[in-house]
């Protein structure tokens, strides 16, 4: 189905990236995961009522505290962040291989895409 | 109930909802949300919260594949992400000024659109090749096949499909789904994208389209990591087993099936949301 050559490499890149980022994220989900059910186990749940998570655990601070300090929830956090820059580096990842076959209507489309994602992460 | 016995009973029903969306092809999270809030009475927001995030990483990982395997149109897929990313933004705004009820009956509605449309049969045409010139321009084309049975295709009708997008984009943010549904019928039947390459391209795009919402609800503290956790492990788990399954099995029975299990629970949660339960 690719219309070049440069395409057909830029697919290969994609599926890569696509698959390592998932295999990634969900392994430091689950390194967290089980952390946080060593430490909290016992402790009742309450998703019943929304209270809304409004702490952030994940900070860069708390990623580079050894691991017997480290929170569970900020390493599930981090594995779920990695888990939505997947996509995100899809896209920066097209907008290259857009570039390098010189395609800029398709590195604008990229770019635009971009922004609205940078909005919703950064801004809003 | 305890983090320990609350975890594995939400992983077991992470799992069954990826395998019962992957064979159905109506995808993880449109089931685990009516799941977590019916059968564990979790709130609806953090269910939503959670599932965006599963659906991250089913859609990624079908989608490597499809790449891979030249079935994704990366051109149309970032084109169309323009008004599903938008779209994403719109709706995540939205689910945060919409009461729950009115999330609930719009999830059951969208559910019992999805579990039909699921059930569809298909008919397959020649490759459809559109003589317009925004797509033209746009490079909205692709082939399919190889050796001598190579068949070209153009997308038509391109506003139409990209306003689609833009809905489907917004009930992706609303409601924490990817919405394959509604992207696959703005490609196979507004566009006129051949179906293997509509159904692709729409994986392709559900991450990028979640992504976009999930900021909005981090900061607004729907993601509950205790909770999000089980979700996608054992959503992701599900699908691929689904996927593994999928050609070995008779579908069409099972379909049927599973569109019943489907509909009842996408009527149970309008009753819920009407009755305010």
């Known amino acids: 189905m690719a219309t070049s050559s440069g395409d057909k490499r830029l697919e290969r890149v994609i599926s890569n990236l696509l698959r390592t980022g998932v295999l990634l994220s969900g392994l430091v989900v689950l390194l967290g995961g089980i952390l946080y059910m060593v430490r ?67 590195v604008a489309i990229s770019a635009g895409v971009l922004i609205v994602l940078a909005i919703s992460l950064f801004v809003l | 109930m305890t983090i320990l016995e609350f975890t ?14 992957s064979l159905t092809g109506l995808g993880g999270g449109v089931v685990v949300t009516p799941a977590l809030t019916i059968l564990l009475g979790v709130d609806i927001r953090y269910a939503i919260g959670a599932s965006l ?134 490609m196979d039947q507004a566009m006129r994208i051949p179906f293997k390459v509509s159904t692709a391209t729409s994986n392709f795009m559900i991450g990028v389209t979640a992504a976009a919402s999930a900021g909005i609800y981090l900061s607004r503290g729907y993601i509950a990591p205790g909770l999000a956790m089980p979700v996608m492990l054992g959503v992701l788990c599900g699908s691929l087993m689904g996927a593994r399954l999928l050609p070995r099995m008779e579908v069409k029975t099972l379909r049927r099936v599973f569109g019943v299990v489907v509909g009842v629970m996408a009527i149970e949660m309008i009753v819920k949301g009407i009755t305010g339960g």
């Not at chain 1, 920066?92 to 398709?106: K, M, Q």
């Not at chain 2, 992983?11 to 019962?20: E, Y």
């Not at chain 2, 897929?77 to 938008?86: N, R």
């Not at chain 2, 298909?122 to 399919?144: F, I, T, W």
């Open chain 2, 8 to 21: 594995p009973i939400v992983f077991v029903i992470s799992l069954f909802a990826g395998f019962l969306g």
């Open chain 2, 53 to 186: 995030v599963s659906v991250i990483a089913t859609s990624s990982g079908a989608a490597a594949a499809y790449v891979r395997d030249g079935y994704s149109n990366m051109r149309i897929g970032m084109f169309l992400e323009i008004a599903t990313t938008l779209g994403a933004v719109y709706g995540a705004f939205l689910a945060t000024h919409v009461p729950v009820s009115a999330l609930s009956i719009v999830f059951g509605v969208v559910l019992l659109h999805s579990a039909w449309q699921s059930n569809r049969q298909h008919k397959e045409g020649a490759p459809h090749l559109a003589n317009d010139p925004l797509s033209r321009r746009l490079r909205l084309e692709g082939s399919l096949g190889g050796g001598t049975t190579i068949e070209k295709y153009r997308a038509g009708r391109v506003k139409t499909g990209f306003s689609i997008m833009f809905a489907a984009g917004t009930l992706s943010g609303l409601l924490g789904i990817g919405s394959g549904a509604l992207k696959v019928i703005a």
């Open chain 1, 40 to 106: 909290y186990g016992n402790n009742p749940v309450a998703y019943a009522q929304f209270h809304g998570e409004s702490e952030i655990y994940w900070s860069l601070s708390a990623i580079l505290k050894p691991v017997s300090e480290l929170k569970s929830r900020s390493i599930i956090q981090l594995g779920l962040l990695l888990l939505i820059a997947t996509p995100v580096a899809r896209v920066v990842f097209c907008l290259v291989g857009f570039a390098f076959e010189r395609d800029w209507t398709y």
